[in-house]
DNA sequence: CGCCTGACCACGT
DNA sequence: CACGTGGCCAGGC
């Protein structure tokens, strides 16, 4: 149903990342049908306030935190991270590449499911 | 309608 | 890996 509005699917896309996953904007941009459009994606999470939503998952594509090392949300996002035991060393997380493997969450079968 | 800002990205050095 | 530069898109004024 392609009535559905671009926010929304960013937000699918987001809830869509597994637990000690992460990913990058433009790559949930991507998966949500909208290459480019990455600082929509964050424009979208900095007046998000649904608590259920795994924002802490979003990362820039280098792997990095999107926040400055001494800003409250930067540490609150590297402490859920960890809780999710993702490794994050020096605001960077370890161990795998922010989207680079998007696809493999997306279509990956781990978990059964009609699809 | 034009200008500035921003939880960005890719490329080159 | 760090820094600088250009590009892209959406919002607010």
Known sequence: MP?????????????????????????????????????MVARLLSENDDHSLPWHR?????????????????????QRLRAEGVVVKDGRVRGQRAAASIDEILWAPPKRRGK
């Open 3 to 39: 009535g559905k509005s671009a926010a929304d699917r960013i937000l699918a896309a987001i809830r869509a990342v597994p637990r000690g996953e992460v990913a990058g904007y433009g790559e949930i941009a991507r998966r949500a049908g909208l290459p480019g459009r990455a600082r």
């Open 58 to 78: 979003v990362l820039r594509s280098d792997g990095r935190i999107a926040f400055p090392p001494d800003s409250p949300q930067f540490a609150e996002q590297v």
